[in-house]
């Protein structure tokens, strides 16, 4: 039994795997660390493995409990993937995003991928039908763009996200949600578009904690799954101990 820990800029998430079947989910914060993760161990007491990555303030030694209970693999840059990796600053590209492009290298071999995670920044990340990682495009997520609009202007007010009523705001609220729900839907279907129509085989993954609620706003089809990164740290697990 694995247990996959996914570290984040804003939550950690974690999920309980027995082969490919993911038998339960949780999402909590950094200073819950310890207590969650003993508190998982008690209720699994079958995990034997645990794989990790980290995009957050948490390091390796901040794990040092859990290494005395059960093997620990931390994801790094030098970590064993099954893409090639054309990016120009390799040792820069996020490990996230890498385990994503792990997933979905393992999943759909054969096809282009674009991977969309639409967190607390939202990522593009591209590889062709040979599993090649070409690289991709970061921008601000949807609590970023309305967190700057209140912090950056003098009067606007900061709002919770909600999917606009009209194209056309008619209030000043309902102008903020449009400009940032609908310019983030069609960023989306405008890289969609463009990464689509040179390639027939394509696959457009959507993942993230906001996959669920842009996912219908889209006008492409895609294939939505906001555990993906969780899944894609298992799949890299496997593969990796295949190929030991």
Sequence with gaps: MLLAIDIGNSRIKAAVFEQNILLEKFIFLKNE???????????????????????????E??????????NVTFVNHQFRFPFENNYSTPNTLGIDRMVLAAGASLLFPDYYKLIIDAGTCVTYDYLDDKNVYHGGAIS??????????????????????????NQIGNSTKE???SGVINGLINEIDGFINDYVSSNAKFIIIL??????????QLKNTIFAN????????NLLYQYNQKND
Excluded: C, M, Q, W
């Design 33 to 59: 660390l310890v207590e969650e993760i003993n508190n998982i161990l008690n209720s699994f007491i079958e995990i034997n493995n645990v794989i990790i990555s980290s995009v957050g303030a948490i390091e």
């Design 226 to 233: 906001s555990n993906f990164l969780l899944e894609s740290l």
């Design 175 to 177: 102008s903020i949600h």
């Design 207 to 216: 993942t993230g904690g906001d996959a669920d609620f842009l996912a219908k």
């Design 140 to 165: 601000p997520g949807i609590k970023l763009r309305y967190e700057s609009l209140h912090n950056y202007t003098a009067k606007l007010p900061l709002l919770e996200k909600k999917i606009p009523e």
């Design 61 to 70: 030694k901040d794990f040092s409990f859990l290494t005395k209970i059960v």
